[in-house]
Nanobody, 128 residues
Framework: VQLQASGGGLVQAGASLRLSCAVS???????????MGWFRQAPGKEREYVAG????????SHADSVKGRFTISRDKAKNTMYLQMNSLKSEDTALYYC???????????????????WGQGTQVTVSS
């Protein structure tokens, strides 16, 4: 499984951005048995969970810090996952990663170590 994140940039506080994560498999298979997520890492801080989605039925979860502002989604036809980020704050500045894992318990979605596949990251910088 390969993931390619894009869509980051420099924006002012209060603005919106949409991140994309193109997902592909060498075998050309589907991702019906996968859960996927977005994580972020700010300078000097540990990587943290942002949001997760089950590819098969689009069930989602969001970290409390972004709930109501960020929305994770996926487009099966395009094999792409998205993170719509609204009302951005300076504390949202970070390198954002997309990740994938074989289906797991919902309670494990926030655990970085459970994700086997990672994209390269896309930088989001929010100026205040």
């Amino acid at each position: 499984v390969q993931l390619q994140a894009s869509g980051g940039g420099l924006v002012q506080a209060g603005a919106s951005l949409r991140l994309s994560c193109a997902v592909s498999a060498a075998s050309g298979g589907t991702f019906s048995n996968y859960d996927m997520g977005w994580f972020r890492q700010a300078p000097g801080k540990e990587r943290e969970y942002v949001a997760g989605i089950r590819w098969s039925d689009s069930s989602t979860s969001h970290a409390d810090s972004v709930k109501g502002r960020f929305t994770i989604s996926r487009d099966k036809a395009k094999n792409t996952m998205y993170l719509q980020m609204n009302s951005l704050k300076s504390e949202d500045t970070a390198l954002y990663y997309c990740a994938a894992a074989r289906r797991m318990a919902l309670t494990a979605w926030g655990m970085e170590r459970m994700y086997r596949y990672w994209g390269q990251g896309t930088q989001v910088t929010v100026s205040s």
